[in-house]
């Protein structure tokens, strides 16, 4: 009854490992020593790490945007042992897939995740949360009700769709209207980097965000502005 | 008609070696003579309300911080079993968790055991519950939506969101998160 842990994948700060936990498909994040940092101070950041991440996703939940559900949080171990959605395709992916049948119906999809992602990312700023690393590898597509169409057009019954962002592992609980700028204007970067042949696809989902609520749309609108004319970090000079 | 009573059993984390089984009983006779066996510990189990329970996953995740925190010596509460019905509230306060998924009236009531190995009890202390054996599958039968939406502070959800995710993710957090 030894956990068979899989790695997944390894980053800067963390691994991921998938296994079968209580019963359930299982990602578990580890954030590993950091030797070059006092152990005391390594312990005490690494906790508070894994805190910030698990509060901003269980703060998600209650603003009504689904994230991975939480089944143990282990400071000891360093981990967060949270749902793994094994059925699930990046947004990344799935508009990288796109190019290879560009029909109009398809393209109406993109314009309805668009819509969803704007959406979503303002539900995250009315409630405070800054994701910090909006990407579209970090948001994906689930299945509402589990169906047996073909992996290629199963993406596209957009009405048994739905949005899970992930990877909190930046994010922050802040009222700020800078930070919120700051969180769009990454995310514009990340989609000009990424979807390049999608030029507009930013501008798509920033009007769904202008569009979702009126509260306070106009001071952010033109902080992501300001952001955006001198880059994601204030300048210092002077 | 043959009913099936199987009890419902989860693996909890693998470094503990720790099985739990649950069983639920309805119209239980003897239900004061079984709190006071728990209150003075001559029972090894955790008797839980069935009422706040929407799952039994929700029961596996607070057995596993259960069992976890009593292998690492960071236990909130005096006892493993204790320590289960704590970690199924949101609150802190230790008593108001125990009265809260504890039983005290109640004629409905799940049995959990914490099995490693070679210790199992489960079916001396079965045997002294005068009442009716039902099937996991028909819990839901027993669960007010009512209290579980209070206790867990789900009046105002926004609704796609998932029950029993949201629950399990509030357990798991209520150490650093005030919810």
């Known amino acids: ?238 | 008609m043959v009913t099936n009573t199987e009890p419902y059993t989860c693996n909890l984390d693998p470094d503990t070696k720790t099985r739990l089984e649950v069983y639920l009983y309805k119209d239980v006779k003897n239900v004061e003579n079984i709190r006071q066996n728990i209150i003075n510990g001559s029972w090894k189990c955790s008797v839980i309300k069935p009422s706040l329970i929407v799952n039994m996953f929700q029961v596996a995740v607070a057995a596993n911080r259960a069992v976890l925190a009593e292998k690492s010596q960071t236990m909130i509460t005096k006892t493993v079993y204790s320590e289960l019905l704590y970690n199924l509230s949101l609150t802190k306060n230790i008593s108001q968790s125990l009265s809260k998924f504890g039983i005290e009236k109640d004629d409905s009531i799940l049995v959990c055991f914490l099995i490693d190995g070679n210790n199992d009890v489960s079916q001396e202390i079965l045997k002294e519950i005068d009442g009716e054996q039902c099937p996991i599958s028909s819990l839901n039968s027993f669960t007010n939506m009512k209290d579980v939406k209070s206790t867990y502070k789900l009046n105002n959800l926004k609704s796609e969101v998932c029950l029993l995710d949201i629950i399990v993710s509030k357990m798991v957090t209520k150490s650093f998160v005030n919810h």
């Open chain 1, 1 to 238: 009854m030894s956990a068979e842990l899989k790695i997944l994948k390894q980053g800067a700060e963390a691994k991921l490992y998938i296994c079968n936990y209580l019963g359930k498909p299982t990602l578990i994040k580890e954030r590993f020593k950091k030797n070059y940092r006092h152990p005391d101070l390594d312990t005490s950041i690494t906790k508070e790490r894994i805190k910030n991440e698990a509060r901003s996703i269980v703060r998600c939940k209650t603003a009504g945007v689904k994230t991975p559900a939480l089944y143990l949080v282990d400071f000891e171990r360093r981990r967060i042992y949270m749902e793994h959605f094994e059925h699930s395709i990046t947004v990344k992916d799935f508009i990288i897939n796109l190019k290879s049948t560009t029909n109009q119906g398809d393209m109406n999809t993109l314009d309805v995740y668009a819509d969803l992602i704007g959406g979503t990312v303002r539900k995250m700023h009315e409630n405070n949360i800054i994701h910090g690393d909006l990407t579209t590898s970090n948001m994906l597509l689930i299945e509402k009700d589990p169906s047996n169409i073909a992996e290629n057009t199963k993406w596209l019954n957009h009405s048994n769709i739905e949005l899970v962002i992930i990877d909190f592992g930046l994010s922050f609980i802040d009222t700020s209207v800078e930070d919120k700028g700051v969180d769009l204007y990454v995310l514009e970067r990340a989609l000009i980097s990424t979807h390049n042949d999608y030029p507009n696809l930013f501008s798509r989902i920033f009007e769904a965000y202008k569009s979702y609520s009126k509260k306070n749309i106009k001071e952010i609108i033109s902080k992501y502005e300001d952001v955006r004319a001198r880059g994601r970090k204030r300048t210092m000079v002077g």
